[in-house]
């Protein structure tokens, strides 16, 4: 299994990037997906989270600015930020609770990370 996040990139505060993380592989099922970020010098931390129903959870930082969606279909999560600040700046890690098989058991997988970049 592979997750591969995309979309990172450099704007100037106030602008809006999407990122998104794709599942790929020998998948049964993926529950909660995740996004984190570790800004340099700094501890990971959650940004936000939404389950395989859709339940969705935020950092206080985040919470009116960032939106998370997935699409079960596609084995993918969405990140919508927007009203971005510099103190966003980081590398954004996509995570997932991946079932391999029907009775097997969960795994945690992480993506490579994609670097986002706010300038004032």
């Known amino acids: 299994v592979q997750l591969q996040a995309s979309g990172g990139g450099s704007v100037q505060a106030g602008g809006s990037l999407r990122l998104s993380c794709a599942a790929s592989?020998?998948?049964?099922?993926?529950?909660?997906m995740t996004w984190y970020r570790q800004a340099l010098g700094k501890q990971r931390e959650l940004v936000t989270s939404?389950?395989?129903?859709?339940?969705?959870n935020y950092a206080d930082s985040v919470k009116g600015r960032f939106t998370i969606s997935r699409d079960n279909a596609k084995n993918t999560a969405y990140l919508q930020m927007n009203s971005l600040k510099p103190e966003d700046t980081g590398v954004y890690y996509c995570n997932a609770d991946v079932q391999l098989r029907r009775y097997g058991n969960r795994y945690d997988f992480w993506g490579q990370g994609t670097q986002v970049t706010v300038s004032s």
């Open positions: 939404i389950t395989s129903g859709g339940s969705t």
């Open positions: 592989g020998s998948i049964f099922s993926i529950g909660t």
